[in-house]
C-alpha cells in the first residue's frame, strides 16, 4: 500500500516529467523497483564541481526573486552563480 506522502511525491515526479518508479515483489519477497520512464538526471547536490553555501536574504526579497524565476523559467543556483561571477570579475 502506498502512503499518502509517497503517492503525493509521485503525482510531484509525473507532474515534473521525471516518470514513476513502479515497485514489484520478487519471488522471494524482496521489493523490486523499476523505472518507468528515462533516467534520473543527477543534479548539482550529487556533482563534484557544486557545493552547497547558505546565506541570509530579506524575505521580501527572495518572494520577489522566486516569482521572477518561475517566470522565467530560471533556476536561483544559476541566478547566483551569475551574479558571483560577475561580482568576481569587476
Not at 519477497?29 to 523499476?34: A, K, M, P
Not at 520512464?37 to 527572495?62: A, M, N
Not at 520577489?64 to 536561483?76: G, P
Request: net charge positive; proline share 1%; charged share 40%.
Amino acid at each position: 500500500m502506498t502512503s499518502k506522502a509517497n503517492a503525493f511525491a509521485d503525482l510531484m515526479k509525473q507532474a515534473k516529467g521525471q516518470g514513476v518508479a513502479e515497485s514489484e515483489r520478487s519471488d522471494d519477497g524482496q521489493r523490486l523497483v523499476r523505472q518507468t520512464s528515462k533516467p534520473k538526471r543527477q543534479g548539482k547536490r550529487e556533482h563534484l564541481d557544486y557545493g552547497k553555501i547558505g546565506v541570509y536574504i530579506r524575505t521580501e526579497t527572495i518572494t520577489e526573486v522566486k516569482a521572477r524565476l518561475v517566470r522565467e523559467r530560471k533556476d536561483m543556483s544559476d541566478l547566483v552563480q551569475d551574479l558571483l561571477d560577475k561580482w568576481l570579475r569587476q
